[in-house]
């Protein structure tokens, strides 16, 4: 039960590359978010899939896109990086249950360290 | 926007010490509440979840939850120095979307 993995752990990429960041989970978890993570800014989420076949933006979406596809993997793309796009990238899955008494807790896979020169 | 505010630190206590980190939010409507260790280059670790008003233990760890004020807290009983780590506070309001604060550096001397 390998919870949340992430490939790769490292990348270096120079600017007007292109990669995509997998992710994958066998928690069997509808709810998947890709977030990053500066110094001084905090978590910030970039896309969210509330369920398989959808995918919203959040905070920092401008220079990425995502595609879910399927109920266990959910891919982030940087179509043409940049160094502002250098930081540390993190999948999570969200135990879904909207009802009364409910935590909707988020598990973080390990991360992805991106530096774009 | 929702805002999720924690004092950065660093908060430094002694061996066996009781560490309190704090956190406020600006979303009356938030309806859960959570804390996240994170140690130095690894992704965050869920440690507790809070969603009523008062207090949850498990472990050396309590959660205290005050909606009225819009304020949560974790304290740490006998901390260790493994506990060393950066504490983020994270609030979800009526949707899947969890808002992280900044965090709080602690540091736990021997």
């Known amino acids: 039960n390998a919870g949340v993995t992430q490939t790769p752990k490292f990348q270096v990429l120079k600017t007007g590359q292109s990669m995509t960041l997998q992710c994958a989970q066998d928690?069997?978890?509808?709810?998947m978010y890709w977030y990053r993570q500066d110094p001084g800014m905090g978590l910030r989420l970039i896309y969210y899939?509330?369920?398989?076949?959808?995918?919203d933006k959040g905070e920092v979406p401008n220079g990425y896109n995502v595609s879910r596809l399927n109920k266990r993997e959910f891919s982030l793309r940087l179509e043409s990086a940049a160094p502002s796009q250098t930081s540390v990238y993190f999948c999570a899955t969200g135990r879904d249950n909207l009802g009364l008494g409910s935590y909707n807790e988020q598990f973080f896979g390990p991360g992805t360290r991106l530096t774009v020169l | 926007q929702k805002e999720v505010e924690q004092n950065s630190g660093p908060l430094s206590v002694p061996e066996g010490a009781i560490a309190s980190l704090n956190c406020t939010y600006s979303d009356r409507v938030s309806q859960s509440f959570f804390w996240y260790r994170q140690y130095s280059g690894k992704s965050p670790e869920l440690i507790m979840s809070i969603y009523s008003n008062g207090d949850k233990e498990d472990g050396r760890f309590t959660a205290q939850l005050n909606k009225a004020s819009q304020y949560v807290s974790l304290l740490i009983r006998d901390s260790q120095p493994s506990d060393s780590a950066t504490y983020l506070c994270?609030?979800?309001?009526?949707?899947?979307?969890?808002?992280f604060g900044k965090g709080t550096l602690l540091t736990v001397n021997p």
């Open positions: 899939s509330a369920s398989e076949g959808t995918t």
């Open positions: 994270a609030v979800r309001g009526s949707n899947y979307k969890l808002t």
């Open positions: 928690m069997n978890h509808n709810s």
